[in-house]
């Protein structure tokens, strides 16, 4: 099959010798026109709509036509025989010569001219708005004769100066044929790998993005969604974050759903690309807060003021090469995030945390994502005697295929005496807030700096005498009841400062320590906050304005909260 060749001659006294040479190529299916600079671009915007596979053309015109389009453009290089004709033709005339012409003309004819030692000055322009500007400072000058491509011969023209036009000959023509059939087989064999790359990209790869250093998408492909899931905006904040791991993130999707993106760099002729696959769950999608898939993308801040949370966080580390753990602790001591702290420890975020109540795995979840690389599960006391011989078989399942079980336990339960007392199992004793008192100051420091952040709560700190109430109390809740005492005092406090006559006015409140129940206190703080905002909701008739003013909260961050 021939090369379907498209030749647009600058100027037309190249057509009869294209003609001529096209007789003696058999390669090639030569489609011949006539336009230089502006007036071939009609001829190119045609060009892919007529299969055309290769393009030639000389000087400016090549240099336009390759901005223009993504065929391959072959430009005519003027050959030194092309630069002897002309200079043997001007070699008579008299005065002051000079050749003006974009590099493909003038590189060949310094050269030369240098060679031979002929009194012909050489001027190189880099775009065609300059010839004419040139060409008149030549001209008061006293240039007499201007040579060069066909621009430069209209601006001598124009200036009243002889001009002769720098012709290509036979050879350079022959040459050009002979660059676009090697271009073409070259092309077309990229092409090739092109298109097989994409077809395996297309069969093995459901959904993929790519973004450029600029966070610029270069390549998509969605193959499981009708349209693009998720806003490209969310992923430019994760180009080149994770270096050259491989990273797995979760984001929320433009219809509010989870979407798994796995995060990995590429880098091609020191370029460097961030690939994005993204993912729907669909096996383990919950319309139930029981069941949560989260990426943990850095260490989760444990407050560790007192010797006992230190020793708490010494004995994880201790533990670390193994991959099931005993988290034993009363209600609200924070076993949730001590999880994320474990899961970030062992997989520094290249792995999904599922965070699951044991009464889930009566739903047979497996197998479960392969990205899911640490399981947490919580609420093991509340289900029945008959579900508990089930979920410990499911958390040895999941430890031998080599998963993270973090298994949530409020005190040594005899039930589950097989997996506590397992040579490989590693407990860990999590101290309550009464326990650890030194953290008292800090944590409170953190959730008043939490909530301003979330809720835009006014105070910023608290008085010495209130934090005395706050250390004097015995937190039967543990941290999530300090959480939620918080709440409500930053909720009343409308100064900067949380006052002694706030925290005791709430503290009156609860007539006796609170005996929070062990179902608000399940799961992590954020599911604690969430049921807070939602059993406020419940007692106001679901009333967002009456909620936001009693949380202290505005009506925006109230509808993003209870979205999440």
């Known amino acids: 099959m021939k090369i379907k060749t498209l030749f647009i001659a600058p100027y037309p006294a190249m057509l009869p010798l294209i003609e001529e040479c096209r007789k003696e190529e058999k ?45 391959p453009v072959i430009d005519i290089q003027v050959s030194g025989y092309d630069m002897l004709r002309v200079l043997t033709l001007a070699n008579d005339f008299p005065g002051k010569k000079a050749i003006v012409g974009f590099s493909n003309i003038t590189l060949g004819a310094k050269t030369i001219t240098d060679i031979l030692d002929i009194g012909i000055e050489v001027f190189t322009i880099q775009k065609e708005e300059e010839v004419e500007t040139l060409v008149l400072e030549l001209k008061f000058k006293g240039f007499e004769l201007i040579m060069g491509d066909v621009v430069t011969m209209e601006a001598a023209a124009k200036a009243g100066l002889e001009g002769i036009l720098i012709q290509s000959g036979r050879e350079a023509i022959f040459d050009s044929f002979q660059k676009v059939k090697s271009v073409y087989h070259s092309f077309r064999r990229k092409q090739q790998e092109n298109d097989l790359l994409r077809e395996i990209i297309k069969k093995n790869t459901d959904n993929i993005i790519i973004l450029d250093s600029n966070a610029e998408c270069v390549f998509e492909q969605w193959n499981t969604f009708s349209s693009p899931p998720i806003l490209v905006s969310d992923l430019q904040t994760l180009v080149h974050r994770k270096g050259n791991a491989v990273s797995v993130e979760m984001i929320e999707g433009i219809k509010g759903d989870m979407l798994k993106v796995q995060v990995s760099n590429l880098e091609i002729a020191n370029e460097i690309y961030t690939q994005f696959i993204i993912k729907e769950l669909n096996h383990m999608k919950s319309s139930s807060e029981d069941l949560n898939v989260e990426s943990v993308s850095q260490l989760p801040m444990i407050i560790n003021e007192s010797d006992a949370m230190k020793e708490c966080l010494a004995a994880i580390s201790a533990g670390i090469n193994r991959n099931l753990w005993l988290l034993i602790g009363a209600a609200g001591t924070g076993k949730g995030l001590l999880a994320r702290y474990i899961h970030y420890l062992k997989h520094q975020g290249a792995g999904l945390l599922l965070s699951i109540h044991a009464k889930e795995t009566r739903r047979g979840l497996d ?198």
């Open 27 to 71: 390669e090639l299916d030569i489609k011949i026109a006539t336009g230089n600079l502006g007036q071939a671009l009609p001829y190119v915007n045609n060009a892919e709509s007529e299969g055309i596979d290769m393009i030639i053309s000389r000087g400016g015109t090549a240099k336009l036509i390759q901005q223009e389009t993504n065929i």
């Open 367 to 564: 197998p479960f994502d392969d990205d899911v690389r640490s399981i947490y599960v919580y609420g093991a006391e509340d289900i029945s005697a008959e579900e508990k011989p089930h979920l410990l078989k499911h958390c040895q399942s999941w430890v031998e295929s080599g998963k993270e079980v973090i298994l949530s336990l409020p005190s040594e339960m005899q039930e589950y005496y097989s997996l506590l007392y397992n040579e490989e199992a590693v407990r860990i004793y999590i101290p309550s807030l009464v326990e650890r008192k030194d953290d008292i100051r800090a944590l409170t420091a953190y959730f008043i700096a939490h909530f301003h952040q979330q809720y835009g709560t006014s105070a910023v700190k608290i008085r010495e005498d209130a934090m005395e109430l706050l250390e004097q109390y015995k937190w039967p809740g543990n941290t999530a009841e300090l959480k939620a005492f918080l709440f409500d005092v930053l909720a009343a406090e409308k100064g900067y400062t949380i006052s002694k006559e706030t925290v005791s006015r709430q503290l009156n409140r609860k007539h006796r320590p609170v005996q929070i129940e062990d179902s608000l206190l399940n799961g992590t703080l954020d599911q604690i906050e969430k049921r807070i905002i939602e059993a406020v909701m419940e007692e106001e008739n679901q009333n967002q304005t009456k909620v936001s003013k009693r949380l202290g909260i505005n009506r925006s961050t109230l509808w993003r909260k209870l979205k999440q």
